[in-house]
Structure formats: structure tokens, C-alpha cells
């Protein structure tokens, strides 16, 4: 399980196909994409990861946070385009 894609956000469209194919080994929940059902063992299952599991499970961690945060990051810069530029409209039309 070291081949985990370590980008989420360059996940293609063959891997959200029609049926989840990635099952897991303790609970039989199946997942779309591979570093899907690395993240759901290493929450649910920690104690049944082996060392390969573990790492991956920590690189797959650590790829959904720094999505997490670019999200974050370009959410807030949206926000805050919005912000003004609803400011400046108001601005220009109301005065
Ligand atoms: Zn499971």
C-alpha cells in the first residue's frame, strides 16, 4: 500500500469510477480510491496497520491537509475578492 497518490487534488476521473473498488480488509467498506481506504484504516483500524500501512497512512494524512489548507487559503481569498468588490460597487453606485 506504498502507492498511494500523494496529491488528492490530482485524483483523475478513472479513479471516481461507478463502483468503489478498494475494499477493506477488517470491515469490508469499500472506497473509490486507494488513499480513501488508506485514510479510512488508519482512522478506524490503527491498531491493524503494519509498518507500510502506517506510513502511508501519514502521507495520505499529510497530502489531505495541505489540500485542506489550499482550500482554505483560496476560500478565504474569494471571500475576500467578494468582500471588496461588493465594497466598491457600493462605492461607485450609491454615492
Ligand atoms: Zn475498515
Known amino acids: 500500500m506504498t502507492d498511494v497518490q500523494s496529491d488528492p487534488s490530482r485524483r483523475s476521473e478513472r479513479d471516481t469510477a461507478e463502483t468503489p473498488t478498494y475494499a477493506c480488509d477488517d470491515c ?3 472506497f473509490y480510491t ?3 481506504l ?3 484504516r488508519g482512522v478506524a483500524h490503527p491498531s491493524a496497520l503494519d509498518e507500510g500501512e502506517r506510513d502511508a ?6 497530502a489531505e491537509e495541505r489540500a485542506i489548507r489550499s482550500f482554505r487559503i483560496r476560500a478565504l481569498g474569494i ?4 468582500y471588496f468588490g461588493f465594497l466598491l460597487l ?3 453606485y450609491a454615492s
Open 28 to 30: 469490508g467498506r469499500r
Open 38 to 40: 488508506v485514510l479510512h
Open 57 to 62: 497512512y501519514r502521507e495520505a494524512y499529510a
Open 90 to 92: 457600493y462605492v461607485f
Open 34 to 36: 486507494q488513499d480513501l
Open 79 to 82: 471571500l475576500v475578492l467578494l
